[in-house]
Each structure stands twice: as C-alpha cells, then as structure tokens.
C-alpha cells in the first residue's frame, strides 16, 4: 500500500504542480489578498490530493484543478460574509483603502477593481478566458456550467467590464473611437 501511496504522489505532483502560478493569479485576482490567495491554493491543493483517486488520468487536470480552486474561494467568500453580517473582524476599518487620484495610465489595479463591480459568475468566466486563456471547454469543466452559459457570460463580462472602464478611460482623457474608424 506504501508503495502505491507513492506512486500516486509522483503521479499527483506530474499532473497538478504545474498549474500552482496559475492558480495562484487567478485566487489574488478575485480575492485581491496575497495571504488569503496564497491559502486559497494551499487550500485548493489539498482537497485536489484527498481526492486525487477520482481523478481520471488524461482527463484536463487543470480544468480539475481550477474547480477545486473556485470551489474553495465560494467557501472562502461565504465565511467571510457570515463574519461580515455577524460582527466585524477586529482590524476591518485599518484595512479599508482610501480612495486614490486617478493615474495618467490604466493600471492593473483598476482593471481589477472594474472585475470586482461585474456579477462573480461573469468575473469567473472572463479571467478564466481572457487571463488564463482557457478554451470553452475548459471553463466548463472547471466551473461545471453549459457551454452556451460559458460562451454568454464572457459575452456580458466583457461588455460589462468594457462599461466600467469606459469610466476610467473617459477620467483620464481617453475617448471611445467609433466602430469602424481607425
């Protein structure tokens, strides 16, 4: 039994370890913490080696993986809106952000912070396609919704993120050029 605890291990590292950056991106992006990214993977990682035995070989291991991932940020989310509704963390007010003048170039930040003001189920599904350059496929397997959902969020993500940065983009003296015109 040893033996095939071992071989499951090297298999396990082979399949999964090569997605950890990835993943990692992804869990700082939506949950803009390092520290609760940095456990949301490590969170992500264990549950995926648990259970491992009903992963099946050749299958798209990171697909898997970032199922595992969202799965643990919903929970994740959930825990910190229960602690929210039922008292403040102690340190809550220190960590709020003071809002900042508006900089002469789009920043990461701010594409950021326009993904956190669209629906999460868009915000999902655009950062899985357009970050982490996963197919359709791929993000229907690794948010367990339709293809024609998948295809329909990232549709109304990116209209809506193109809407929120319109904003910014208009702050900063950028303006929209009319289709067609170069």
């Known amino acids: 039994m040893l033996l095939q605890r071992d071989n499951s291990t090297a298999e396990f590292e082979a399949a999964a370890f090569e997605h950890m950056n990835a993943l990692f991106r992804t869990a700082k992006a939506l949950l803009r913490n390092t ?3 940095e456990d949301a993977v490590q969170e992500a990682y264990l549950q995926a080696w648990k259970s491992f035995d009903r992963f099946t ?3 798209n291991c990171r697909a898997w993986m970032f199922g595992i991932l969202f799965n643990v940020i919903r929970h994740h989310r959930r825990k910190w809106l229960y602690r929210f509704q039922f008292g403040l ?5 220190r960590t709020a ?5 508006i900089p002469n170039n789009l920043t990461d930040d ?3 912070a326009a993904l956190e003001q669209i629906p999460r189920s868009y915000a999902e599904v655009v950062l899985l396609a357009d970050v982490q350059e996963f197919s359709y496929k791929e993000i229907q397997q690794a948010l367990d919704i339709p293809i024609g959902t998948v295809m329909s969020r990232l549709s109304r993500g990116r209209q809506q993120l193109r809407g929120k940065l319109a904003g910014v983009a208009a702050a900063m003296g950028i ?3 009319a289709a067609g015109m170069a």
């Open 35 to 37: 520290e609760e990214a």
């Open 57 to 59: 070989p050749g299958t």
């Open 89 to 93: 963390p102690e340190g809550f007010e």
């Open 97 to 101: 952000v003071a809002p900042e003048s």
């Open 110 to 112: 701010e594409v950021l």
């Open 175 to 177: 303006q929209r050029v």
